[in-house]
């Protein structure tokens, strides 16, 4: 979807996946030397933490992973667009408010672009939304990119 809407508005990126379901900071940490070493992006979307999160991890350790990857993605020569998410309350007020800081802070840290909540247009719609009520479903992939897009806009060049 998103490498449709970039070549229809004339951008000539390459869009990669990288991802993996279920995936940890720690994770990601982990794959993302390669990754980069692969596909050597002029962007890279950063979206982990959820996870560590919903398994009551630290966040200090979520953010330092985090501070790594974009760390490692800048030295490629990589813009980094930081993706937060938001995590149910039964965390608790404190963990779940430090899980929305934590994205805030790297944001303002290392001067990145930030998606404050990838799920903020689809997150209390039933209908856009999997069984599971964390993740969208078909329908509600549009709305996630629409959420995305702004952001990621002023990131990219036309093609010459």
Do not use: C
Not at 73 to 84: F, I, P, Q, S, Y
């Amino acid at each position: 979807m998103l490498d449709k809407r970039l070549q229809a508005q004339g951008y000539g990126y390459n869009v990669v996946n990288a991802s993996v379901s279920g995936e940890t900071t720690e994770g990601g940490i982990q794959r993302l030397p390669r990754a980069l070493e692969l596909n050597k992006p002029g962007i890279m979307v950063l979206e982990l933490g959820a996870n560590d999160a919903l398994r009551g991890l630290p966040l200090s350790a979520a953010k330092d992973n985090l501070s790594k990857m974009v760390e490692l993605a800048e030295k490629t020569g990589a813009t980094v667009l930081l993706v937060g998410n938001r995590i149910p309350p039964n965390y608790g007020p404190r963990y779940t408010a430090e899980f929305v800081q934590m994205y805030s802070d790297l944001s303002a840290h290392y001067h990145l672009a930030l998606v404050p909540f990838l799920l903020e247009s689809v997150a209390l719609k039933p209908a856009l939304m999997q069984e599971d009520g964390l993740h969208p479903n078909a329908k509600g992939e549009p709305a996630v990119l629409d959420t995305v897009w702004p952001q990621l806009v002023p990131l990219l060049k036309k093609k010459s």
